[in-house]
Structure formats: C-alpha cells, structure tokens
C-alpha cells in the first residue's frame, strides 16, 4: 500500500524548512508561494499548523476537473495534475477544502503535493518528524498510541492522587 | 536570485523612495548583512552626527544567503550610529523577517530622516510606501505587528517594529520581530523611535533562484547534519540556552549583585531543567520554536504561570534573561525571570541593558549613593522582586528620577546619579557588560573590552576556550582559513595565544553576520560546526559567487575594518573609560568570590591585559593607539574610505 503524508503538527518547530526545500526541489527557486506545504501559523499563541495535499479518496479537485487534467497515481497513492490537459482554470484551487491545491500568479498554473515522487523532501529535511511519510494504516494506530498515552497518564495521576488522599 | 535583490534608501522626511542594484563588485568586498550594512553606515552619515536627529541613518538587511537553501538563513540585522554609546550601532535578530524581505525584493534598507507623524513602511513585491502609524503608536511590540496585518489584511505580514520604550526614545530600547526575537543591543528600537517609525513590514513573494539547486539542497542536508549532530546544538534544541546558564553558574561565571559575586547562589527555581518544566508544565511536550529554515530549534515557548500576567504568552527566557532578572539583582526566581522577560519584550526594550542597570542601582542604593529619594520611595534592595519589575516598567515609561535616568544609560545615568557611581558601573564604550563574569577567561575578557559595538559576547568571544580543548585540536580550528603558527593555550585562566583568538572569531563571527546565518552554526559554542570553509561552498551553490576560504575572510576583516573606522571617527580611543578598548577596574582590583577552585580568588591581570590589547591590535593592523596603519588600509582596499559605491 502507497504510504502517505503524516503531519503531526504538535511536533512542528514553526521553522519552514518543509516550504523551503519544497521549492527549491521542485522549481530550484526559493519562494514558499512556490511550496506545495506551508506552515499556518497563529504566533500568538504558539501554533504551527503545516497544511499539504491529503491525496483524498474522493478527490474534489479531480472530481471538478472540466477536462479531466487530475487523475489518481495508485503506486505513489497521490492525486497528480497533467499540465499538457490542464487549462489553468483554477476551479481545483476553489474546491479544495484545505487550500492545498495552490496557484502560482508568476508561472500562472496550479501546483500541488507530489509527494516527490515517493521521497518527500519535506519529510527528508524535518529532524522533529512533524511532517512523516508513513502507510496509511499506520497513522490511525500512531494517533491511538498517543490518545492512549494521555489515558494512561490521566490514570497514573489519578492514581496519585489517591494515594495522597 | 539572490544577488539581484536591491538596496532602498528611504528619506522620512522628504518620502523620497530610491532604489538600487547592489554591483557584484560591491557583494565581493561586503558580501551584505552585517558588513555591507557597515560600509553604508560609514558612507551614508557624517562624523558627529546626532544619533537621535534625521541625518543618522538605519539600515535594516538580511545576509547575502538570506532565504537561500543554506540552513538558518534567519537573521535580520540593524545598524546605526548608536544613541546609547554615540558609536556603532548594531543588532542582530533571529525570526522571519529577514527572509521575507528577500522576498519582496530587498536585501538592504537605508532609512534617514524622520517622519513627520507616526509612520511605518511596507514593502511588498518591489513596491515600497510609507504608511500612517498614528493607531498604532503606542501599542506593544506584538499588538503592532498584529495591528498592521489586521490593517492590510494578509496574515502572512513580517514587521520589525519598536514598542513603547523606542517611542519613548529609552537609549537601549531595540528592534523586535514576532513574539520574542530581539535586535537587543545598542538602542537600535530608539532610533526608530527618533525617526517616527514605528514599523518596517514585508511581505513577498518573488523567486529566488538558486545558482545551482540540486547541489545546495543536497549540500544543506549535510551541512543541517553537521550542525545539529554536535552535543551543544541537540541541548539546545531541548532546554534552549538556558542551558549555558546553568553550566556558567555552577563554575562560577555569573555577575551576581552587579559585579559584587560571580555565582548565584539558591538557583534552583531558575535552573535550566526547572523553567523547562514551566514550559512544558504550560506549553505541553513539544514546546521548543526554531527561526526560519533552523533545525537547532532553541527557543522555548511558555506562559507566565501565576501573578498578574498570569496566562501571558511569550518565548525564552533565554540566557540573557536568567542572568538580567535572576542572577544581576540576586532574584533568582522564574517568576521573577519569565515576567521580567515578558515585560522588555512587550515593551521593546534590551533585557541585558535593563537588568545590569537595575542591578547597578541597586548596589548604589545599598552603598547609600542612591537613596529613597532617587527611587521615590522604592526599596532597591537585593532580591527585591517586586522592585526589578517595576523598574522594568519606570525605564520604558521614564517614570520617576531614577526610571528616567536610567533610560538614558549608564554613562548618562552615572552623571546624574553621581558621587563615584561610575565607578560600579559595569561597562565598555557605554554599554552594560553582559552577566557573564570574565575574571577568569582573560580571552573572553579581551573580547568583551575591545567588542566593536561596546560591551559585547557575540562580537569576538572564544567561547570555546573554556573546553579546555587539547592544543593541537585549537590549532586546527585557529589555523585555518590563514596560518597561525603562535602560541596557544589550553588553560582558559591563561593570556597566551588569546588574542589570535579574539581575532578569529571577531572574523569568524563577522562572516557569518555577512552571510545572514546564525552564529549557533558556526564555531561559537560547538567546535565541530562550519566555517569558512563550507561558507566557501555554500555561498558557490547558492549565489554561483566564487569565493575561496581566506577571500571570505578577507571580507570579515575588511569589514571588522570599517566598523573600527567609524568608532574612531566617532571618538573611540584606546583607554578612555567611557569610548575606549577597557574595562572597568573590577575586573583588575576585585577577585572573585565564589565558584570553582580554578575561578575563585582570581582576577584579570592588567599590565598582561594590556599586552593583550597590543597583540590583538598587531593581529588586526592597527597601531598601538588601535589607528589603523595605513598599509592595513590599502591591503585590505579601504585607504579611499568613504567611498560612496552604493
């Protein structure tokens, strides 16, 4: 089974590195509006959220495509666009539901996660593992584990707190 | 690319907008941040300038990297002539800002005049405009940098902004982007206050191309391994530098009661492992931020746990915090710290100033040399934590005699005051020292005497003289990118061979300044870490510029060069107390009293001292008054200085 883009946003630094090599790799340009991940940041209150392509099931950009430029890759597990069919029209930037399908104003066409052709960049360069390539079965268990763990110490806090009383 | 982003002058008083290409031939001598930064300062004010009048001028820039595939390509980095010291002014800062004015197009800003109301600039894409700041003066360093993304409605808005202390023109107040990341030193936040400015924001999206990209993205891998694979960089990224704290103290190399002790004792709340816990007792498990393309990840974030901030977001306390609001006042509290911390980030001001003042007033309140009356009735006795706090905020607002006197610096201030209150004033060129103790380290003491911008640890510090490294592993660090076939010594109590040291990493440092990478990559605390020699090859796959190890040291000296010129045109000479290449007797007449056997009862030796400044003088060319010799000019291309090439 194709592995996919786990992001674990507890974990991210806020740092950027994931948009820098992003695309640098794929355009060789800096210019975070040129990443396929980008960091929301709410600096207030120290939250980092990378948003990137989902690669979904049912894919509203491919769902909406006019001349069908969006087709599933089942090896890679991604949602690819064809830019010899493409016609720039952008409706896969507007239905997208997380603002993954990105739209770059200086080559005007639409670009998304690739998922570097099975070796993330992104997750290549991110030493805290916010951002994990990992089989799509494997991130329910990782979340449980870690659900688990917060069960597991509610327990042993509560068992404390007996022992005190 | 990288090399095509431009220089803007900006006049506040006329709104004139110029801008410019920056010539390959003026990138080779300068490279940019720092350096390139000095040599405009040089160029663009006139001797004797007013530092708080329309003719001084601010440059804002980021290195020649900034924003490149090289790691950590963060800093911003501000000069000026400096208000507090009326000599250079110079600050760096970590965050984002840099990078997104790479993006909108620019890598040096000079801005002179002043406005006639409350302004900031904004740049985005090429496009550069002077914007009302009338709602937004006198917010706090956060609320106006969210106030101006709410104003242009784009979230993704970078601002160097100074609070209400630059408003209020305090000497030290200094420049800040995001939550916490300072350009602290030397009052840079107070020239902007001077000049109506209460903000620079940047927002671009505009291609920088990479010279050679699959080599430098390849070439980064190895080079964010080199970095975060030494000890020093890992402890960071998971207790921050409050680490070095806690080493430092427990040897006894902490100004404690100003300069009265050089340890603190009764530490435990403040200990590295403890604000670790708050911040994770506040911020859950993974609570450590890194700056712009880092993986080091040093800075902590927390909130105040109790007391009336209680709640209050904020980033740190870093190691200087610790030493300003625990150690100096003999408050070694983290309540204390962290909403000390909070308070100078809000209001915009340098932690490290306004602590060593405060702890400066303090031992002039217990010698009697300030009374209740100076202090309005304030008890500035040791420990005083409630007093530290609130003199935190009389120095931002002026209040009071003492509040508005220790505003305007110690030198100032010492005037006011004075009786012998110079005397305990712990400075050089008019800048507090750090609360690090160098009686030990007579390395680290020469750096801190002859530092370019005063008082200084990020200038020229051999930090890593205190490792006790064997000889021949400081000889393959010392020795290259040029020979040195000297003394040197392993013994951090020693004399011999220091100076070399100071001299290289004054280079060192200034390179990495030039390049816009931060200092944790490079040898200040960690001995594995890059140097010149991977500078060579990442600056090639970044910019294509062809360089060699030593060309680019040869840029750190020629720029180190200029910022000796403009100190000297600016009244710098070699033992004056207040403008000079010295430090304040303590350090000679005054042995330590606490830490470790090889630290306690010891002090610096001054007439080795003295040969110290006269073989670090013969290292840099200069003469035994600290003028450069005309020869050292011409070999480094500066005899014509200035010379006006942008």
Known sequence: MAKVLYVDHEKCTGCRLCELVCAVSHDGISNPARSRIRVLKWEAEGI????????????PCLNVCPVKAISRDEELGRVSVDYNTCIGCRSCVSVCPFGAMNFNATDRRVLKCDVCDGDPQCVRFCDVKAVDFIEAGEVAIRKSRKAAKRVSDAGKQAADLQALI | MALNRKIAYIDL????????????????????????????????????????????????????????????TSRTHIMAKSPLTGMLGSAN?????????????????????????PSYIYIHNGEIEIRDARGIWGQSVTDAQWSIRQEMGDEEIKSCVCGPAGENLVRFANVMTGVKNAAGRTGMGCVMGSKNLKAVSARGTMDIEIAHPVEALEYNKGFISQITSAKVNQTQGTLGTPFIWGATNSWGGVRTRNFQYNQCEYSDDIEPERIDEICEETMGPYHMTGCFGCQVHCRAQYKIPEGPLAGKYDEGPEYTSLGAFGAETDTPRALTVLTGNHLVDQFGMDNLETGSLISWAMELYELGIITDKQTDGLDLSWGNDEAVLEMVERIAYRKGFLGDALADGGIPASKKIGKKSFDYLIQVKGMSNLHSDERATPALALNVATASRGSDHLRSR???????????????????PVAYDGPLSSEHTEYIGKPWQVFWQENLYMGVDCLGICKYHTVFLGVTLPTFEEWSKVLYFNTGIEMTPEEIWEVARRCNMIERLFNLREGLQRNDLEKGDMLNHRYFDEPCRRGALDVIGISID?????????????????????????????????????????
């Not at chain 2, 405009?40 to 490149?68: E, Q, R, V």
């Not at chain 2, 800062?93 to 109301?117: D, Q, S, T, Y």
């Not at chain 2, 005309?630 to 090439?645: A, D, F, I, K, V």
């Open chain 2, 93 to 117: 800062m970590g965050g984002f800002f840099a990078p997104e004015l790479a993006w909108a197009g620019f890598h040096h800003l000079v801005i002179k005049g002043k406005a006639k109301n």
């Open chain 2, 13 to 72: 008083t006329t709104g004139d907008i110029q801008t410019k290409a920056i010539p390959l031939a003026v990138r080779k001598k300068f490279l940019g941040g720092r350096g390139l930064d000095a040599y405009l300062l040089y160029n663009h004010t006139k001797k004797g300038c007013d530092p708080l009048g329309p003719d001084n001028a601010l440059m804002i820039s980021g290195g020649i990297l900034t924003a490149t595939c090289a790691s950590a």
């Open chain 1, 48 to 59: 980092y959220i990378p948003m990137t392509c989902q690669q979904c099931q049912d894919a």
């Open chain 2, 606 to 646: 001054k007439k080795k001292f003295v040969k110290m400044v006269d073989e670090l003088y013969r290292h840099q060319g200069l003469d035994k008054n600290g003028v450069p010799k005309p020869e050292t000019l011409e070999s480094l291309g500066l005899e014509n200085e200035p010379s006006h090439l942008v």
């Open chain 2, 462 to 480: 051999p930090a890593i003289d205190l490792y006790h490294l064997p000889e021949e592993v400081l000889r393959k660090i010392y020795s290259n």
